[in-house]
């Protein structure tokens, strides 16, 4: 969330219930709604790393309210983050481990393992198309979100039947 927050400040200063209504309003339903906590958490390792800074502002008939800022070198920090290519395929996946070694131990099977990954896959398959279904068609960043998450489910349940015919 790190940088998700110093992208936003790039375009503007916010205080915290700004950035959380400004990530579910950019990224919609899709996007799981951001815990405020989190959010000050966040921002207060931030400002302890130099990334941002804070303003109190005063309100009347309310608290102060603080506004932070992104700095210099928060911009930098947040120029590499976009320069640097996103992580690819995951060599060291979790659930390939269990499937190698849980099977060495007999602690599991492997059609047992592939089975229960399978149902877990579908479940989730079928939460995205309702989240998709509930999705405005307009929300083209929310639809783009959601059908990206589809097609790595769909690889990755392709990926199992790829498993169960070479292990199993």
């Given at each position: 969330m790190r940088l998700h927050l110093l992208a936003l400040l790039a375009k503007e200063p916010a205080h915290g219930y700004e950035l959380k209504q400004a990530l579910e309003q950019t990224f919609g339903s899709a996007y799981p709604s951001p815990n405020i906590g989190q959010i000050y958490v966040t921002l207060g390792r931030l400002e302890k790393d130099g990334l941002v800074r804070s303003v109190d502002v005063e309100q009347s008939n309310r608290p102060n309210k603080k506004v932070y800022y992104l700095t210099a070198k928060g911009r930098e920090v947040l120029e590499a983050w976009v320069d640097e290519p996103t992580e690819g395929p995951r060599v060291r996946d979790e659930f390939f481990m269990k499937l190698v070694l849980a099977p060495l131990t007999g602690i599991a099977d492997r059609m047992v393992l592939i089975n229960r990954q399978r149902r877990h896959y579908l479940s989730l398959m079928s939460d995205l198309n309702d989240l998709l279904a509930a999705?405005?068609?307009?929300?083209?960043?929310?639809?783009?979100?959601?059908?990206?998450?589809?097609?790595?489910?769909?690889a990755d349940l392709d990926w199992l039947e790829r498993c169960q015919e070479d292990l199993a």
């Open positions: 999705t405005s068609p307009t929300d083209r960043v929310a639809m783009l979100l959601i059908e990206g998450a589809m097609l790595h489910l769909q």
